[in-house]
């Protein structure tokens, strides 16, 4: 095989490598902002359910002190 032949066998390889790696690097980028989209999404709801439980949403009050007593109790919940 001649050095020419060599260097482009070469040069093809590394050009496969590097689409390769970019293709599994874009897969990975759009899996982690799909979940900071969910995340988000989470947020936001948890959010306008605070704020519906300070201005005196009495179910709303409940439900949040509810999951703050479970948290509290590392996800216990008694019967």
Do not use: W, Y
Not at 1 to 7: G, I, K, N, T, Y
Not at 57 to 71: E, F, H, M, P, V
């Amino acid at each position: 095989m001649s050095p020419l032949r060599e260097q482009l066998d070469g040069f093809r390889r590394q050009v496969q490598d590097s689409f390769g790696k970019e293709a599994q690097e874009r897969h990975t980028l759009t899996h982690e902002i799909r979940n900071l989209q969910q995340l988000n999404a989470q947020m936001a709801q948890e959010a306008i359910n605070l704020t519906r439980a300070l201005k005196g949403d009495n179910k709303t009050q409940g439900q949040l002190g509810r999951g703050s007593i479970d948290a509290g109790a590392g996800g216990f919940r008694s019967a």
